[in-house]
């Protein structure tokens, strides 16, 4: 079989994906492109997924040489090696691409995690109709889109169930310490860190000034550069209390009270804990732009979706100012019980995520396909 997971978290997954493969059948070969989780659980590489990750759409051109030359990695193994299924897992401008060459090499695919076409470019619809076999969501309206288009698919759960240990489904709600901690959270690809990064911090001074018992810890992505991050943190050292935290992001989780975080998984992730968050989201002014006219839906955190309602609140391109961002972080640290309320709101998201299983799910999915079920 071959994988393709072309982002950090689309790695996590896929690792968690190789295992379930792996339980069903040890001696499963799989190659594909992915990080270091994934090479963890076997999968052999033929290309580092970190070369790859990129968000907004001018930014994607600074990496055009990386993605064609993968790009032709990937067709050249598919071709040579014929697998039994490809894999895709989100990542759609490229493995749009490829699941073309599969097709044409009369190649399964099966698609996990869709791209968000149900935000923008719906269009692509027909294209995944036509070039894919079976897509296995994680968001429960996902599957009423698809269904809605006649493209084959299930449900299967989402897979931050699989991979989190959230103990009890309601857990008793702690007092507001005298020291807060608040976690910045900017992200996994370069761009983002160096976008955001400095301003969550400049954010965080002025958050001192208002709360001078207030603590920061910053989560640098194992996949991240760690000179990036300190780099960026070390100046703020001589006037802000922080701290970085390389690797898990449960890390950060246990340690604070609120969050900064970037657009991304990672914000569902804090909604499954119940830590409030403040989502923060800036790409370059035509990305931006084009967003704006394209993009179908109210908001962009995966949990406000969910929701129907903004249980994060989302500062988007200017809005994601270190004075927005401090103004929005004290106000809600301002009021204990609203904090209270958002994390029990937050809580109950998980109540539509199905349960623990995703990986096992699209796992039986793949054997099905191929016909071994």
């Known amino acids: 079989m071959m994988i393709i997971a072309g982002e950090a978290s689309g790695d996590l997954h896929g690792a968690k994906l190789a295992q379930s493969i792996k339980r069903r059948a040890a001696d499963t070969y799989i190659f594909g ?20 990750s990129v968000m907004g759409i001018t930014e994607v051109i600074a990496k055009l040489a990386s993605i064609y030359r993968a790009l032709a990695t990937v067709k050249k193994a598919l071709s040579t090696h014929k697998p ?18 599969a097709k044409r090499l009369n190649i399964p695919v099966l698609y996990y995690i869709s791209p968000q076409i149900w935000a923008w470019r719906q269009s692509r619809v027909k294209k995944i ?50 020291e807060p901690v608040v976690g910045l959270l900017p992200g996994s690809r370069e761009r983002e860190v160096s976008t955001l990064l400095p301003a969550m911090l400049e954010a965080a001074k002025i958050i001192q000034r208002d709360i001078p018992a207030a603590r920061f810890v910053v989560s640098c992505a194992e996949s991240m550069d760690d000179n990036l991050v300190t780099g960026i943190v070390d100046p ?13 992001v449960a890390q950060v989780f246990a340690l604070c009270q609120l969050l900064v975080a970037a657009s991304g998984t990672v914000t569902l992730e804090a909604a499954l804990y119940g830590i409030p968050t403040v989502i923060v989201y800036k790409v370059s002014p035509i990305s931006y732009w084009l967003g704006r006219r394209l993009i179908k839906v109210k908001h962009i955190g995966i949990a406000n979706l969910i929701a129907q309602k903004e249980l994060q609140p989302e500062l ?10 401090a103004k929005t972080v004290t106000t809600m640290m301002s009021e204990p019980e609203r904090l209270i309320q958002i994390r029990e709101k937050l809580l109950g998201v998980r109540d539509l995520l199905g349960g623990a299983g995703a990986s096992d799910r699209v796992a039986k999915i793949a054997w099905e396909l191929i016909g071994l079920s």
């Open 33 to 52: 492109v992915g990080g270091n989780a994934m090479q963890r659980e076997g999968v052999r590489l033929i290309v580092d997924s970190n070369t790859l």
């Open 84 to 101: 039994d299924l490809l894999i895709l897992i989100d990542f759609p401008d490229f493995n749009f691409l490829v699941a073309g060459v």
């Open 129 to 178: 109709k036509r070039l894919v076999d079976h897509m296995a969501v994680i968001l429960p309206f996902e599957a009423s889109f698809y269904r809605k288009h006649h493209v084959p698919v299930t449900f299967v759960g989402h897979p931050l169930l699989d991979r989190i240990h959230l103990g009890s489904k309601r857990q008793p709600t702690a007092p507001q310490p005298k």
């Open 236 to 248: 703020f050292t001589s006037t802000l209390d922080v701290e970085i935290i390389k690797g898990s």
């Open 316 to 325: 988007i391109q200017d809005d994601a100012s270190p004075q927005r961002i």
